[in-house]
Each structure stands twice: as C-alpha cells, then as structure tokens.
C-alpha cells in the first residue's frame, strides 16, 4: 500500500530552477527503485531520473542530463528532483513511481515497470 505525493511544481521562467519532492507513505520506501517521469499533452510517458536501493542513479534522458538530479532521503521517506537551468521543452506533468527490485533483467527507465505512481505536478517553464 505505497502511497505517493508530488509537490513543488510550478511556473517559472527559462532558466529557473525548482525541487520536486515525492513523499512516499503507507510503507518504507527504502525497498523500492524510485524514478521520476513526465509526460507532455499528446507525448509518451518520459523516463528521465531512477534511483535504486543502494543509491545508485541513472539519468534516463538525454534531454535533462546534467541539470536534473535525483535523490533520495530514505530517513524521510521522500524522492526529489532538483531540476536547474530549465527550459520551456521542460514543461509537463511530473510523475514520481516506485517498484520492487524484479528478479528478471530489467530497462529501469522505462514507464511499464513502475505499478505506483502518484498524482503528478505540473511543471510550466516561460520563455
């Protein structure tokens, strides 16, 4: 019963920078790969940050490597993304997911392997 909550979306200009945080409930997230998505009106869901277990991140999107971070504060209980120097192609919906460790090889950035998500905060970046 993993229960997740985005927040710090918002409008900002070209630019900026914002920190989403997903708060995670119900039960330690500690056990979970926890990844960070977003999805634009009429676009595919977009893997862009995962962080496992241990810690170790992978940067899914080209588009967004070397100015998102992700990371997490198991202590907490929360996922962030620290998102700098963004731009309006940057704007959607961002989704923060969580899945257990799978037994079979796995492409971690990819939307299908996720089963919990939360509601989503909107991102809109002004040019």
């Known amino acids: 019963q993993l229960q997740l909550v985005e927040s710090g979306g918002g409008s900002v200009q070209a630019g900026g920078s914002l920190r989403l945080s997903c708060a995670a409930s119900g039960v330690t997230s500690s056990g979970y790969f926890l990844g960070w998505f977003r999805q634009a009106p009429g676009k595919e869901r977009e893997g862009l940050a995962i962080i496992n277990t241990v810690g170790t991140t992978t940067y899914c999107a080209d588009s967004v490597k070397g100015r998102f971070t992700i990371s997490r504060d198991n202590a907490k209980n929360t996922l962030y993304l620290q998102m700098n120097s963004l731009k309006p192609e940057d704007t959607a919906m961002y989704y923060c997911?969580?899945?257990?460790?799978?037994?079979?090889?796995?492409?971690?950035?990819?939307?299908?392997?996720?089963?919990?998500w939360g509601q989503g905060t909107q991102v809109t970046v002004s040019s």
């Open positions: 997911a969580a899945r257990r460790p799978l037994v079979f090889s796995d492409d971690r950035c990819a939307a299908g392997q996720y089963n919990y």
